[in-house]
């Protein structure tokens, strides 16, 4: 067996990230180290994602075939996971190479001994099929297993929406993510951009959530020289609206409070005009997340208009007197719950006692650059994530400490409908990540 093989990398992977590695540094360098075609990185990532994105049903479905779970080495799990996953979660490999390729890895990686129990694990699944989650007799932890969710974020989402939408939302987040890409004004128009990426054997269709998204398949933006060369952008098209929200002017002078990596920093720049004055102004902790920043910006030709500053974003009196900004987006770190289909661990490593120190720190960051706005300015606050006590909770905080600020309705490009004068955005609303939008003007 070559050491390349995408299922023994797929199984030294997990392995390592069960061990605490991150999955997408682990497998950006297994993949950088080895020699693996497009194919293969294809199949090892879609292995990889998809036993971290099913490890609660994974870890249930080989739980009912193991004697003594407990004294199993925990490589000899993830690859058994890898077998489930692929016998049951894709349909293009025949059950014939899933045996011999698991077996033979079960060699390669242990003893005898191993294969033979692998082997007979294997057997046992197949004569069997797998256990049924109606033996589960606590619903909540039924909808955690079956879904792959950790229960508190279920029992969240249960209080703020209900059950109905709540599974509508644990259905959703297992399909794969969308591609979404932006265009850049500054060099291209939609429908040019369009033609060109058709043209290269793209399927090219409109975004539903935000006027300057398109929705890409058949094979990565990113190896298209239309990326490189800076005519479009990868981003969610939820991530699209924030700036969307915010009219901007070319010659607005703007803080970006929270920029990295740089999406939204370069989508509000594409918008300004030197000539007129015009910047934005993009912080963050970190130097380090600041050049990648600074790396987007170069790549999109918008770097005219950027500045940047390394700036815990709840202590600006250091670089900013008061009222000089028109516009400022707090794109506020969060706990990422809207993210979970693209980031499928966040659904087991966050806790609710994250959620509630976040949103600390978010109505710090809001009440932090609420003196930095001008009278008549507006202030967009946005999170990647669902969950009341990070998004309508801290906002509403915000104005019972700021009367000088009124919430008012956010309107984007394509007027999504919305009751409320906020953007929420679920996952199955749009098959888009989830996101929240709010206007704020000050008075």
């Keep these: 067996m070559s050491k390349d093989n995408p299922r023994l990398l797929a199984v030294k992977t997990l392995n390592k990230i069960s061990n605490g590695s991150y999955s997408n540094l682990q497998l950006n360098q297994v993949i950088d180290h080895s020699e693996l075609d497009s194919r293969d990185i294809s199949l090892l990532t879609n292995i990889v994602y998809g036993v971290i994105q099913h490890r609660l049903t994974l870890e249930y479905y080989l739980k009912a075939f193991l004697k003594k779970p407990n004294k199993v080495d925990v490589w000899v799990k993830e690859l058994l996971y890898t077998a489930i996953y ?16 698991t077996i033979k890895i079960a060699k390669k990686m242990g003893h005898d001994g191993i294969r033979r129990m692998v082997t007979g694990t294997l057997h046992q699944i197949k004569r069997n099929g797998l ?4 033996n589960i007799t606590d619903y909540l932890e039924k909808l955690s297993i079956e879904y792959s969710v950790a229960p508190w974020i279920i029992e969240q989402l249960n209080n703020q929406v209900g059950e109905s939408k709540t599974i509508s939302i644990l259905k959703s987040i297992n399909h794969s993510s969308k591609q979404s890409v932006r265009f850049n004004s500054r060099l291209t128009d939609k429908q040019t951009l369009s033609e060109q990426l058709e043209d290269e054997g793209y399927n ?5 959530l935000v006027n300057s998204g398109l ?9 298209s020289d239309l990326f490189k060369d800076g005519y479009m952008t990868i981003q ?14 070319p010659s607005d002078k703007i ?24 910047h934005v102004f993009a912080l963050d902790l970190h130097e380090k997340r600041l050049a990648q920043v600074e790396k987007n910006a170069k790549r999109l030709h918008v770097s005219d208009v950027l500045n940047t500053e390394a700036c815990d974003a709840r202590n600006l009196d250091i670089l900013f007197s008061d009222e000089q900004f028109d516009q400022i987006l707090v794109d506020a770190p969060c706990s990422g719950i809207g993210l979970i289909r693209r980031k499928p661990e966040i659904r087991y490593e966050k ?8 949103s600390d720190i978010q109505l710090d960051i809001l009440n932090s650059v609420a003196s930095k706005l001008k009278k008549g300015g507006k202030l967009v606050y946005s999170t990647c994530t669902i969950l009341n006590q990070e998004n309508v909770d801290v906002v509403n905080k915000f ?45």
């Design 351 to 358: 806790k609710l006692s994250d959620v509630e120190h976040l």
């Design 131 to 134: 256990p049924t989650f109606d």
């Design 204 to 208: 090219v269709q409109s975004s539903k």
């Design 236 to 249: 969610d098209e939820s991530a699209m609206l924030p700036v969307e929200s915010m009219n901007i002017v």
């Design 215 to 223: 929705i890409l398949s058949n094979k990565s933006a990113s190896y």
């Design 86 to 101: 692929q016998m049951y979660y894709l349909d293009k490999i025949p059950e014939r190479a899933i045996f011999n390729e």
């Design 399 to 443: 104005i019972q400490q700021n009367d000088n600020f009124e919430l008012v309705p956010t309107k984007t490009s394509l007027n999504l409908n919305n009751s409320s004068k906020y953007l929420q955005i679920y996952p199955d609303d749009y098959d888009s990540d989830g996101f929240f939008v709010c206007n704020l003007i000050k008075k």
């Design 255 to 278: 803080l970006d409070a929270c920029s990295a990596p740089g999406g939204k920093t370069t989508q509000i720049a594409e918008q300004l005009d030197i000539r007129k004055d015009g």
